[in-house]
């Protein structure tokens, strides 16, 4: 972990874990199984053509925020509902001074969609249909990170949804098995 910024962020998760229980995940593995998945996703090529990015359910930064932190020629939006989660957002945004980076705190739903963005990103925050059936008609691209239960959700989403082109790729990490499943309602994906 070279990068300076990336580090602070992982030194302030790792406190804020300690204290409020952000996650599950033990100490020793928090930067192989959030940190490093997200940073493989900024040089993968499957972010290329896009200028803005939301991460939707960003919890407290993964991926949105390590994305921003990497990937200063993109606009990120980071949309959280919790106040708490949002809270330490906007700390590390500041405290980082993320031009790149806007922390969105709000319920998002079908009346009140995401809007305003290229490519949507998400990991944990809900299944694929929920996601795209509350991102507006100009977002027409995903990035979902899921587990070992990607296929069956992927199907689940194609016997609802029709006009997307749909892909499974395995991340070359030791990450506990995450994959990405990419979305695109034109095309194929750029960098696959």
Same mark, same amino acid.
């Given at each position: 972990?070279?990068?300076?910024?990336?580090?602070?962020f992982t030194e302030?998760f790792?406190?804020w874990?300690s204290t409020?229980?952000?996650?599950s995940i033990a100490?020793?593995k928090?930067?192989d199984?959030?940190i490093a998945?997200?940073a493989?996703l900024v040089g993968s090529?499957y972010?290329?053509?896009s200028?803005?990015i939301a991460?939707f359910?960003?919890?407290?930064?993964?991926p949105?925020?390590?994305?921003?932190?990497?990937?200063?020629?993109?606009?990120?939006?980071l949309?959280?509902?919790s106040?708490?989660?949002?809270s330490f957002?906007?700390r590390i945004?500041?405290?980082?001074?993320?031009?790149n980076?806007?922390?969105?705190?709000?319920?998002?739903d079908k009346?009140?969609?995401i809007?305003?963005?290229?490519?949507l990103?998400?990991?944990a925050a809900?299944t694929i249909?929920?996601?795209?059936?509350i991102? %507006?008609?100009d &977002?027409?691209?995903?990035?979902?990170?899921? *587990?070992?239960d990607?296929?069956a959700? /992927?199907?689940?989403?194609n !016997?609802g949804h029709?006009?997307? %082109?749909a892909? &499974?790729?395995?991340?070359?990490?030791?990450? *506990?098995g995450?994959?990405?499943v990419l /979305?695109d309602?034109t095309? !194929?994906y750029?960098?696959?």
């Amino acid at each position: 972990m070279e990068n300076e910024a990336i580090k602070r962020f992982t030194e302030e998760f790792d406190r804020w874990n300690s204290t409020y229980a952000l996650t599950s995940i033990a100490p020793e593995k928090i930067y192989d199984y959030l940190i490093a998945p997200s940073a493989w996703l900024v040089g993968s090529g499957y972010l290329d053509g896009s200028r803005v990015i939301a991460d939707f359910g960003t919890g407290y930064g993964i991926p949105g925020l390590v994305m921003a932190i990497l990937d200063d020629g993109r606009q990120y939006k980071l949309v959280e509902s919790s106040r708490k989660k949002a809270s330490f957002l906007h700390r590390i945004v500041k405290e980082l001074q993320l031009d790149n980076c806007e922390v969105v705190c709000r319920r998002v739903d079908k009346r009140n969609k995401i809007e305003g963005v290229d490519l949507l990103v998400s990991r944990a925050a809900g299944t694929i249909s929920e996601i795209v059936d509350i991102t %507006s008609a100009d &977002t027409t691209r995903f990035i979902f990170f899921k *587990g070992n239960d990607a296929e069956a959700e /992927l199907e689940e989403f194609n !016997a609802g949804h029709t006009g997307y %082109s749909a892909e &499974t790729i395995d991340i070359p990490l030791d990450c *506990g098995g995450l994959r990405l499943v990419l /979305l695109d309602k034109t095309a !194929a994906y750029p960098g696959a």
